[in-house]
C-alpha cells in the first residue's frame, strides 16, 4: 500500500498558488519524493521529486519539511489545465527497477 | 521531447481472445513497466522488466499475463485470453533507472474493452 496520505480533493482559483500537501511520516532516509499528476485518463506525468532540500523546476516547487515527514507540492500559477489527480509517491534511493505505487492522490480541481 | 508511444489507443475484443498491446519506450531507457487503471480506480503496477527478463511482478500479472521485448525496441504486453475484468486502460512507462533520478516517463495508455 501507498506509504503516504493526501487530501481526497481541493479546489484553486484559476491564477492563485496551488499548494497540495502529502504526509509520509514513515519516510526513510533514503526515500526521495516524487509527484505525479494524471490528468483525465491520461498517463501518469513526472511533476518533480526530492529527498532533503527544496526544488524547483519549471512545472511546481516542492517543499519538504525539516523532518522530511510531510512535504507540499506547489503550482506558482495554477490553470484550468491544471486540473488533474496529484500523487505522491516515495521510493527509495535505489538504482534499477522500482514499482511506483500509486495511492488516490488529490483531485485538484481550478477553478475559472 | 522522447515520449513513449503506445498502440493500439483503443481495442475491443471478445472475451477470451487474445490481446496484444504494444509501446515503444524511450529509446535509451533500460528498465520497462506495464501498469493499469480501470475506470475510477487507482493506477496498479502490473510488471517490470529489465536485460529482458521480468524483474518483477505483481499478483494481478497472472498467467494469462506475458511480456516481451521481442526487436530491442517494441515492449509488448499479451493477455492469452481475456476477461471480462481484464478491460482497463493500460499504461507503458520506461526510467533510466537511475538512483534518485528514476522517474517513470508513461505512455498515453491503451484502452482495452472485453465484451
Known amino acids: 500500500d501507498a506509504k503516504t496520505t493526501q487530501p481526497t480533493s481541493m479546489d484553486c482559483a484559476e491564477g492563485r498558488a496551488a499548494n497540495l500537501p502529502c504526509n509520509h511520516s514513515?519516510?526513510?532516509?533514503?526515500?526521495?519524493v516524487y509527484w505525479y499528476r494524471q490528468i483525465h485518463s491520461q498517463g501518469p506525468q513526472y511533476i518533480i521529486h526530492g529527498l532533503k532540500n527544496n526544488e524547483t523546476n519549471e512545472m511546481a516547487s516542492l517543499i519538504i519539511t525539516e523532518d522530511r515527514k510531510s512535504s507540499t507540492l506547489i503550482l506558482p500559477h495554477a490553470t484550468l489545465r491544471d486540473t488533474a489527480v496529484y500523487y505522491c509517491?516515495?521510493?527509495?534511493?535505489?538504482?534499477?527497477?522500482?514499482?511506483?505505487?500509486f495511492g488516490t492522490g488529490t483531485r485538484l480541481k481550478v477553478l475559472a | 521531447e522522447p515520449e513513449v508511444t503506445q498502440t493500439p489507443s483503443h481495442q475491443v475484443t471478445q472475451m477470451g481472445q487474445e490481446v496484444i498491446l504494444r509501446c515503444v519506450p524511450i529509446?535509451?531507457?533500460?528498465?520497462f513497466y506495464w501498469y493499469r487503471q480501470i475506470l475510477g480506480q487507482k493506477v496498479e503496477f502490473l510488471v517490470s522488466f529489465y536485460n529482458n527478463e521480468i524483474s518483477e511482478k505483481s499478483e494481478i500479472f497472472d498467467d494469462q499475463f506475458s511480456v516481451e521485448r521481442p526487436d530491442g525496441s517494441n515492449f509488448t504486453l499479451k493477455i492469452r485470453s481475456t476477461k471480462l475484468e481484464d478491460s482497463a486502460m493500460y499504461f507503458c512507462a520506461s526510467s533510466n533507472g537511475g538512483e534518485g533520478t528514476g522517474e517513470l516517463f508513461f505512455g498515453e495508455g491503451s484502452r482495452l474493452t472485453v465484451l
Open positions: 529509446s535509451n531507457h533500460l528498465y
Open positions: 514513515t519516510i526513510s532516509g533514503n526515500e526521495y
Open positions: 509517491i516515495v521510493r527509495p534511493a535505489t538504482s534499477g527497477t522500482y514499482k511506483y505505487i
